[in-house]
């Protein structure tokens, strides 16, 4: 199983940013995923959750901003992060809701104020 996250990158207060999320090794329509954030010295958190039906769910922190989407033909999962602010820095990656898989290396996300 590897779940690769990528589209990180050094951005300014406000902009926006789209991760992508490819899985490979399990059966990718079947799996509800969810994007986590890490951020410095603080523990693993889930921000955005999108179900086999296409329904989603957002921590607060994010809800309004951030939309999580997937394009089961891809076998990827997508977040598109918009008026990003500073606390929103941290590594990203994807898994399913109890990080039932490996985690990825995940991808670094730094907004600078």
Known sequence: VQLQAFGGGLV???????????????????????????APGKQRESVATVNLGGTTN??????????????????TVYLQMNSLKPEDTGVYYCNTPLGGYTWGQGTLVTVSS
Do not use: P
């Open 12 to 38: 300014q207060a406000g902009g926006s940013l789209r991760l992508s999320c490819a899985a490979s090794g399990i059966t990718f329509s079947a799996a509800v995923m969810s994007w986590y954030r890490q």
């Open 58 to 75: 957002y921590a607060d922190s994010v809800k309004g901003r951030f939309i999580i989407s997937r394009d089961n033909a891809k076998n």
